[in-house]
C-alpha cells in the first residue's frame, strides 16, 4: 500500500513525487509512455521554478533565452533583451521531463513507466488502480495525466468547466543562429500567436489558438512561417494536441485525490504557459496529501482554495488581457507589443518576476478604451 500514487510522469506529477518522497512517504509514479519520452511542447521554462527545488536544474536546459523578437504578418519587428535576473529556459520535454523524475527517484519515488492505467475503484480508505501490469494500491491519488487523460473523468469531474485550446507543433533540426533569441509572430494566426523557440540543436516552432472561432489551416500557417526561417516544416513530425487553459475557479479534490497540472486545467490562457503553473500545482498537491496523511482532514479542500487564490487570482487578469488583445491583435500589437517597456514586461512575466495583476489594468485601459471607468 503506497501512501501516493501519481498517475502522469509529466512536470505536475514529477514534482509531487519529489516533494513527498522527500517528506519520506511512499510514493508510485505511473506513467503510460517508456521514459523518456516526446511530448509536443514549446519548451519554454520560467526560471522562476527553482525556488520550489532544492537542486540544479541545469543538466535539463538546452539553452537559456535572454531575447524577445515580435513580429506582425512576418513584418514590423520589434527585438529587446529581457532584463530580468535569469533568462528564460529553453527545455525539450523528453529530457527534462525525465530528469525531474529521477530526481524523485532519488528521494525514494517509484517509477513504473509502460504501464497504463485502465481503471480505479476505491475500497473504503484507499484507491485500487487496475493496469495492464497488474493493480496497485495507494491511500491517496494525484491525477496529473494531461490534458487527454481519463483520470477526472474517472473520479467524476465530468461537468466541470473544461476550456481546451488548439496547438500544432513542430521539432525542426536546424543549426540556430541565435540560440539566445525567443520568436513571437502575430497576426498570420487569428485569436492566437506562433512561436519559434531555440533549441541546441534545432527549433520547435508552434501555433497556437486560444479563444476559437473558425476552423484554421494550421499546417500552412505553419509551413509559410518556418519559410521565414529557411526552413521546412513539411519532413518534420507535427503534432497537433489540446491545451487545457484555465477557465475559472473550479474544484480540483474529490475523495481521497487532487487533480494537478493539465488535468486541473492550469495553463495560462494569454501565453500558454504550461511548465510552471504544473509545476506549482504539483507543489501544492504535494504539500496537501502530506498534510492529509497527517490527519489533515480540509487538507485536500484547501488544495483546491489554495491553486484558485494563488494561481487562479493571476489567471483572471491573463484571461481578460487575452480576450481583448487576440480579439483585437492588430491594435494590441501596436499599443502593446510595440511600447517601449512591452518587451520587458512580457519577459519578466515570462520569466515569473511580474505578475499579470500589476500591469493588467493599465494594459486593458490601452486595449479597451473606458475600460475601468
Not at 26 to 51: D, F, H, M, N, T
Not at 345 to 372: N, Q, S, T
Request: glycine fraction near 12%; proline fraction near 5%.
Amino acid at each position: 500500500m503506497y501512501d501516493c500514487i501519481i498517475i502522469g510522469a509529466g512536470p505536475a506529477g514529477g514534482t509531487a513525487a519529489y516533494h513527498l518522497a522527500k517528506r519520506g512517504r511512499s510514493v508510485l509514479v505511473l506513467e503510460k509512455e517508456s521514459l523518456p519520452r516526446y511530448k509536443p511542447c514549446g519548451g519554454g521554462v520560467s526560471p522562476a521554478i527553482a525556488q520550489w527545488f532544492d537542486f540544479d536544474f541545469s543538466p535539463a536546459i538546452s539553452v537559456k533565452a535572454d531575447s524577445l523578437r515580435f513580429t506582425w504578418k512576418l513584418g514590423d519587428p520589434v527585438e529587446a533583451k529581457i532584463a530580468t535576473k535569469e533568462p528564460v529556459w529553453m527545455v525539450r520535454r523528453d529530457v527534462f521531463d525525465h530528469f525531474l523524475v529521477q530526481q524523485a527517484q532519488s528521494q525514494g519515488a517509484e517509477l513504473r513507466d509502460n504501464t497504463e492505467v485502465t481503471g480505479i475503484e476505491f475500497k473504503t480508505d484507499y484507491w485500487q488502480v487496475n493496469t495492464a501490469n497488474g493493480l496497485v494500491e495507494g491511500r491517496y491519488l494525484i491525477a496529473a495525466d494531461g490534458a487527454k487523460g481519463p483520470m477526472a473523468k474517472w473520479l467524476g469531474f465530468k461537468d466541470r468547466k473544461r476550456r481546451l485550446a488548439g496547438a500544432l507543433e513542430a521539432e525542426i533540426p536546424a543549426n540556430v543562429e541565435k540560440k539566445s533569441t525567443i520568436h513571437f509572430e502575430f497576426g498570420l494566426v487569428k485569436n492566437g500567436y506562433i512561436w519559434n523557440f531555440p533549441k541546441a540543436d534545432g527549433y520547435s516552432i508552434g501555433v497556437g489558438t486560444f479563444i476559437g472561432g473558425e476552423p484554421q489551416d494550421f499546417k500552412k500557417i505553419l509551413d509559410e512561417y518556418a519559410k521565414s526561417f529557411n526552413v521546412n516544416v513539411t519532413n518534420s513530425k507535427q503534432y497537433g494536441h489540446p491545451l487545457c487553459i484555465w477557465d475559472g475557479n473550479q474544484k480540483l479534490h474529490t475523495q481521497n485525490a487532487v487533480l494537478a497540472g493539465e488535468a486541473a486545467c492550469v495553463v495560462d490562457p494569454f501565453t500558454a504557459e504550461g511548465i510552471r503553473p504544473s509545476i506549482f500545482s504539483g507543489v501544492l498537491a504535494a504539500a496537501s496529501i502530506n498534510d492529509a496523511l497527517s490527519g489533515d482532514i480540509n487538507a485536500l479542500e484547501q488544495y483546491s482554495n489554495a491553486v484558485n487564490e494563488q494561481w487562479g487570482s493571476e489567471m483572471a487578469w491573463a484571461q481578460k488581457l487575452a480576450g481583448a488583445f487576440y480579439r483585437f491583435p492588430g491594435i494590441g500589437y501596436k499599443v502593446g507589443v510595440k511600447r517601449p517597456s512591452g518587451a520587458q514586461i512580457m519577459g519578466k512575466i515570462l520569466c515569473g518576476e511580474l505578475r499579470y495583476g500589476d500591469v493588467a489594468g493599465r494594459a486593458l485601459k490601452r486595449l479597451i478604451p473606458g475600460f475601468g471607468g
